[in-house]
């Protein structure tokens, strides 16, 4: 059973940053394709980026690119999202997620088959 756990969110002023972590067990994601999504209040959950865990490949949503970082450790088997220039429309709880094969073009929340439970991150503007 693979279980993600989030950690690093909280509140941070416009123009400041976060790096948000999830925790990976329970596999081995040699083949995983590992991503981060967001839901802010009112709103469907949205993609943000995503990171094949073999050869650290990466794709981004339009929205924060070039702001927004994915990387992964893959000996510590944990995955990051470093966050830059936070704008106060990032507001969301941002949740990492998980499926076991395939590209980094899965970009729907049905894509993926494992979830983390979430952190919130609010920027203030």
């Known amino acids: 059973q693979v279980q993600l756990v989030e950690s690093g969110g909280g509140l941070v002023q416009a123009g400041g940053s976060l790096r948000l972590s999830c925790a990976a067990s329970?596999?081995?994601?040699?083949?995983?394709?590992m991503a981060w999504f967001r839901q802010a209040p009112g709103k469907e959950r949205e993609f943000v980026a995503t990171?094949?865990?073999?050869?650290?490949?990466?794709y981004y949503a339009d929205s924060v690119k070039g702001r927004f970082t994915i990387s992964r450790d893959y000996n510590k088997n944990t995955l990051y999202l470093q966050m830059n220039s936070l704008k106060p429309e990032d507001t969301a709880v941002y949740s990492c997620?998980?499926?076991?094969?395939?590209?980094?073009?899965?970009?729907?929340?049905?894509?993926?088959?494992?979830w983390g439970q979430g952190t919130q991150v609010t920027v203030s503007s």
């Open positions: 997620a998980a499926r076991s094969f395939g590209g980094i073009y899965y970009l729907s929340p049905s894509d993926y088959d494992y």
């Open positions: 329970g596999r081995t994601f040699s083949t995983y394709v």
């Open positions: 990171i094949s865990w073999r050869s650290g490949a990466t």
